[in-house]
């Protein structure tokens, strides 16, 4: 039963530079079930993004290491060509809004256009039909049809990302990834989108990874979450499990340095830096600034599967 | 300083940076050694010398090296001189000295010079001496070529003797080193006799201290490392120092073009309103003037110093559109936020121009910059080749320009066109490859191409 | 007036308009980017200004720091109108004021070492004795903890991660020893865990130097940690004025309770409900709606005042302002606190 949509597992994505060797993946295991909605974690450098284009096989030119599985509906796609990824799978069962997406609507093309374009590309739909289905769907992100025929800079930014959730969508994709969907985005915008899409994920049943840094907004989609940390995963849980008691010290400190407004608390912060992903330390990763190390936190932990269905790579859960 | 190490940085990584830097050295240090070897007075004394100058070469002869790949191998220019050679002396008289002396030179190419010529030197106080040159083939026999008074300076043009050539059936300095069997017929060319040749000088001299010296001069179809022109100079001192003067011409020019170009751009951009207006205004209008005409109708009209071009060149390429490209990059630089809290903490406007917004700049002028250089060298000779170069001074272009007039490819003088065309390319071609490389260093974004 | 009595910063019915230009003469229209602000800022005082992007709260920052020149009202700080400073006092003026910016990255020129980014402010206000300048260096960047100082001065912006640089960049906000520092969203690019340490670091700082602080952010959920008191800003003017603890406890204006409610805490029940959000956008800030300017998307509009007239500012509370049609049987309240 888990994991009946999306099974990762040791999923490596490597990077060449002229620094060397960056491991932004470094062994990402998780899995999801359809309809729900996983959060990922991490603050900058720990990988994440580089985690959105390893699934979706976004890879830029200087790729040193790409391994592992991803199975999508039993399928594993890391054996797929780079052509029938392409028609098959990007696009069609999983679908991306990239961080500041809404910046990046063509401003010459009217919004309409856009968001039916995949239909036209992977479908073969014609533009009539393909208007037709990106009406709909902009109903479902709350979007008058009246914009289909406008510009990018004439709508606001609430509005260009909705729109771009929409072109996520319309092809009806099993996954959606959602990386940074209202960083750039006012509180209240914030809240009216999340509100969408809540209301999709109810509607359509749609499946997402929503990956951020922003803690709290996740918890407002969100039936599980995993925290990134070096290129691994350091847990991963419900979100009964991930947001109110987190097991891993990185996430416990995580957790701790979210400012809240409704209740008071004291807050924490974590002294130091993440490692480099250019040569991050032996052993567990978070050793360095962890609280409570002991001597086995010289060696890696393993990810440990508890009795309550959560994962935490720490050896304090052996 | 960061600077400096992104410059050594380029080097490290891209071959053709460091072939191009390695070219570009060696580019400088010919200039360098040009301009030390033989001062600037000096080359243009040499590069306008007449026959007085380059009495001893030949017009329009190949590079020597050439022969390299040559079986049959063109003839050599050489000087025997009579100061060289230890003569005899005897006193025939009172006031009455016969000295001999005997230029021997041993002739081994297999075809004949091209031109033979006897230079006279000689010292006295009122009596012209009197000297006999008798020319002496290698099996001893003597013909008498010339018997005078000599004056300073005089020359025997052995080549030129008609009398000579009828006695000998053919040009004189074909005929003197032929075998006499191969000579003064229809049907048959004449064929070198190989072997050692004497030119005997008798001088009789009529005073004490009167002395008399000269040297004869056998002018090949080869001279030098660079050949000939047709007004018989070394084209290597041309080349030589067209190498400074493009470099210094490139660099002055692009110095020029690009500070002030960058300074004017940086305080229109900061100080926004009418002034920025203005200078976008001059920038426009000096797009559209015609840029050679007007440097022809200086060149014509007031002067073609190269100083003067210098000047004119700078001030029309400052007002171009790589002053509205600078514009672009400032007006972005200048709502950074650290030139805002730079306002906040109280910085005068000069301050911020200078010290916060042009060093931020400066990496992406530094490829643009070596890459004009190469533009300026290239605008310098064709200036030169439209007639408009400094008269004096020995450019690339004039070589080019005399190679063109002189009829250079109809005539077969390849090596006249080719070298300075080749050295204009290669210093080109080697800054180009510099400025791109480090373009890549220097805008990361480019990278990727 | 006293010295002792009188505010360190006092901003009166302050407007900041940018005009909009068609071509080269023809005006369009003007951007209204504070339209009526009326505040007062103890020393030792930190205010948080809380507003979404448009609402004109870094432009009021801008104004008070003197990098735009107000279109009305006046910025007086310690009794003195700026528009009435000379240039030489405008100078002075300057080194009162500290800067702390949002990017630290960019606030930072990338082409000078630490050390030559903190002497450039001790130099523009001639400060050139070596001596001192090292003095001062050191003790600023003590203060921010970029310790050891010997190690640090030499390095270059890209080499700090972004909580050093912020840090480098509060250490020249302090160098000048001000006594305001305005911060423009402070931490808001910066990595969840190190935005408390480095508002824990501003509090020290204001703390051990009795500094008054603007602190700009959208982020009201870090504001209870870290001010005195809070301004909720739209469209260009403050709807709400309160000490932290009663703005959170008594979010008077509709504008201030639609944010309240739209900032999640993280609590998995979050996903089991929707928000109760006011649709609709801020307004543009050349054509404000007339009256009250949250009207269009005010669930509690007043039919036939709200569209009319600006409401004056009430006094629902003791300290605490809300410009709002809906509390106009409370105390009113004229110009000035």
Not at chain 1, 195 to 217: C, G, M, P, Y
Not at chain 2, 2 to 7: D, E, L, R, S
Not at chain 2, 105 to 119: G, L
Not at chain 2, 384 to 394: I, K, N, Q, R, W
């Amino acid at each position: 039963m888990a994991g009946n949509l999306l099974k990762v597992n040791d999923l490596v994505l490597h990077f060449r530079t002229t620094k060397g060797v960056v491991q932004a993946v470094d062994g990402v295991t998780f899995d999801m079930n359809r309809n729900e909605a996983l959060a990922v974690i991490g603050e900058s450098g720990c990988g994440k993004t580089s985690l959105v284009r390893a699934i979706l096989r976004l890879l830029p030119k200087n790729v040193h290491t790409y391994t592992g599985n991803v199975f999508l509906n039993g399928v594993d796609t890391m054996k797929y060509s780079e052509e029938r990824f392409r028609s098959e799978m990007r696009w069609v069962s999983m679908s991306l809004v990239a961080q500041a997406a809404m910046n990046a609507l063509n401003p010459v093309l009217r919004v309409g256009d856009q968001v039916a374009e995949p239909l036209v590309v992977h479908q073969g739909l014609r533009k009539p039909e393909a208007l037709a289905q990106a009406s709909e769907v902009f109903r479902l992100v709350g979007v008058s049809e009246d914009f289909l025929g406008r510009y990018a800079f004439e709508l606001s930014g609430g509005m260009r990302q909705r729109a771009i959730i929409a072109m996520a969508l319309i092809t009806k994709p099993d996954l959606v990834v959602l990386d940074e969907p209202t960083s750039a985005l006012d509180m209240l915008t914030q809240a009216n989108i999340m509100n969408v899409l809540k209301s999709i994920k109810r509607e359509l049943e749609q499946s997402f990874i929503f990956i951020t840094h922003d803690v709290a907004t996740t918890s407002e989609l969100c039936d599980r979450g995993a925290v990134m940390y070096a290129g691994q995963i350091a847990e991963l849980g419900n979100s009964q499990q991930f947001y109110l008691d987190p097991y891993h010290p990185y996430a416990q400190k995580l957790m701790a340095s979210v400012p809240t407004l409704h209740e008071k608390k004291e807050l924490e912060f974590i002294p130091g830096q993440p490692p480099s992903l250019i040569s991050p330390p032996t052993g567990c990763r978070f050793a360095a600034r962890c609280h409570r190390r002991f001597e086995m936190c010289d060696q890696e932990p393993p990810l440990f599967e508890l009795d309550d269905g959560r994962f935490v790579k720490c050896w304090l859960y052996k | 300083m960061t600077i400096v190490k992104k410059f050594l940085e380029t080097i490290r990584r891209y071959p053709t940076a460091v072939i191009s830097a390695t070219i570009i050295l060696a580019l400088i240090a010919v200039a360098v050694y040009a301009v030390i070897a033989i001062p600037l007075p000096r080359a243009i004394y040499l590069w306008r010398g007449a026959d007085q100058v380059w009495s001893d070469t030949p017009r329009n002869a190949q590079p020597a090296w050439t022969n390299l790949f040559r079986s049959k191998k063109l003839p050599e220019t050489f000087v025997v001189r009579v100061d060289d050679v230890d003569g005899t002396v005897e006193q025939l008289g009172d006031a009455m000295w016969r000295e001999t002396t005997l230029l021997t030179f041993d002739y081994k190419e297999s075809a004949f010079p091209r031109e033979m010529n006897v230079f006279f030197d000689v010292e006295f106080e009122t009596r012209e001496p009197q000297v006999t040159i008798t020319w002496i083939s290698p099996d001893g026999s003597e013909r008498r070529l010339f018997r005078g008074n000599v004056r300073p300076g005089q020359r025997y043009a052995i080549s030129q003797d008609k009398t000579l050539q009828r006695a000998l059936g053919e040009l004189p300095h074909v005929g003197l080193l032929a075998d006499p069997e191969t000579t003064g017929q229809e049907d048959v060319d004449p064929e070198v006799w190989k072997g050692e040749y004497a030119l005997k000088v008798e001088a009789l001299t009529f005073e004490e201290g009167s002395t008399v010296s000269g040297r004869l001069v056998v002018y090949g179809d080869v001279y030098g490392i660079a050949g000939t022109d047709h007004l018989r100079r070394d084209l290597a001192v041309g080349l030589l120092w067209g190498t400074p003067i493009a470099l210094m011409f490139g660099l002055l020019a692009t110095i020029g073009t690009t500070i002030l170009g960058f300074v004017i751009a940086a305080f229109g951009t900061w100080f926004g309103g009418w002034v920025d207006q203005i200078i976008q205004r001059i920038t426009e209008v000096n797009l559209m003037l015609p840029f050679l005409p007007i440097l022809i109708m200086v060149g014509t009209f007031y002067s073609r110093s190269i100083w003067v071009m210098l000047a004119v060149i700078i001030a029309l390429s400052i007002f171009t559109a790589a002053l509205k490209a600078y514009r672009a990059m400032f007006m972005q630089v200048k709502n950074s936020p650290y030139i805002e809290a730079a306002r906040a903490y109280g910085a005068s406007n000069s301050r911020i121009i200078f010290r916060y917004l042009i060093p931020k700049i400066i990496p992406v002028l530094i490829p643009n910059f070596v890459i004009g250089i190469p533009q300026f060298v290239f605008l310098e000779a064709s200036l030169s080749v439209l007639g408009l170069g400094d008269p004096t001074l020995p450019t690339w272009g004039k070589i080019l320009t005399n190679a063109y007039q002189g009829g250079a490819l109809y005539r077969g003088y390849y090596y006249w066109v080719l070298e300075p065309a080749i050295l204009l390319m290669i210093t080109g071609l080697s800054f180009s490859m510099l400025g791109f490389a480090l373009d890549r260093v220097f805008n990361p974004r480019l990278r990727g191409i | 007036m006293q010295d002792r009595d009188q505010p360190l910063l006092a901003v009166q019915d302050l407007r900041t308009w940018f005009e909009l230009r068609r071509w080269v003469f023809a005006r369009a229209g003007y951007v209204k980017a504070v339209d009526g602000v009326t505040f007062e800022l103890p020393r030792g005082e930190a205010l948080a200004l809380v507003g979404e992007s448009g609402s004109g709260k870094t432009s009021l920052a801008r104004t008070v720091l003197g990098l735009y020149k107000p279109t009305s009202g006046d910025v007086v700080f310690e009794g003195m109108p700026l528009s009435q400073l000379k240039k030489g006092q405008m100078r002075a003026y300057r080194a009162d004021l500290g800067y702390v910016q949002q990017d630290p990255y960019g606030a930072l020129p990338p082409f000078l070492s630490l050390r030559s980014i903190l002497a450039e402010p001790l130099k523009v206000h001639r400060i050139r004795d070596k001596n001192e300048q090292d003095q001062r260096i050191n003790e600023v960047l003590e203060e921010v903890k970029l310790t050891p100082v010997s190690d640090f001065i030499q390095k270059f912006p890209h080499m700090l991660s972004g909580g050093q640089q912020q840090r480098a960049v509060i250490a020249r906000a302090m160098i000048l020893r001000p006594k305001l520092i305005a911060a423009d969203e402070p931490v808001s690019m910066l990595d969840a865990s190190v935005r408390i340490e480095i508002l824990k670091l501003l509090r020290r700082v204001q703390e051990a130097h009795n500094l008054a602080v603007i602190y700009i952010t959208h982020d009201l959920s870090t504001v209870r940690y870290f001010s005195e008191r809070i301004f909720i800003m739209y469209a260009a003017r403050t709807v709400e004025k309160a000490p932290t603890e009663s703005l959170l406890e008594y979010h008077f204006h509709p504008y201030t309770q639609a944010l309240l409610a739209a900032i999640p805490d993280p609590d998995p029940k979050n996903a089991e409900t929707f928000r109760d959000v006011p649709a609709g956008e801020p307004p543009s800030l050349v054509n404000p709606p007339p009256g009250c300017r949250f009207h269009p998307r005010c669930p509690h509009a007043i039919e036939g005042l709200c569209e009319v007239e600006q409401s004056p500012t009430f006094e629902p509370q003791p300290e605490h302002y809300v410009e709002c049609w809906l509390y106009r049987d409370e105390k009113r309240v004229e110009e000035g606190e």
